[in-house]
Nanobody, 118 residues
Framework: QVQLVESGGGLVQAGGSLRLSCAAS????????MGWFRQAPGKEREFVAT????????RYADSVKGRFTISRDNAKNTVYLQMNSLKPEDTAVYYC???????????WGQGTQVTVSS
């Protein structure tokens, strides 16, 4: 069982930056690939970024490539999403996701709201 708690969301002007954090419980954090997803009002949840268990092989949605950076600190059981050059269309609830590399079981956090004003 993994519990994920996101933090760092808020209100920011277009062009600004935010850093999201996701703290995971448990002692097997390095057994999980970690990711960020988001869901805007009236839309489906969509992929934002993912990172492997070792911290390599980051992948990004085309819409955030070059602006967002995903990273992780396995010693702190935490994954981050640095978001720069934010746009109003980035407004959404951002969810942290953990997927076990062997069982593929998935866990989700409760989400953190990001609002970008124009």
């Amino acid at each position: 069982q993994v519990q994920l708690v996101e933090s760092g969301g808020g209100l920011v002007q277009a062009g600004g930056s935010l850093r999201l954090s996701c703290a995971a419980s448990g002692r097997t954090f390095s057994s999980y690939a970690m990711g960020w997803f988001r869901q805007a009002p009236g839309k489906e949840r969509e992929f934002v970024a993912t990172i492997s268990r070792s911290g390599g092989s980051p992948r990004y949605a085309d819409s955030v490539k070059g602006r967002f950076t995903i990273s992780r600190d396995n010693a702190k059981n935490t994954v981050y999403l640095q978001m720069n050059s934010l746009k109003p269309e980035d407004t959404a609830v951002y969810y942290c996701n953990a997927e076990h590399v062997v069982t593929t079981r998935k866990y989700w956090g409760q989400g953190t709201q990001v609002t970008v004003s124009s």
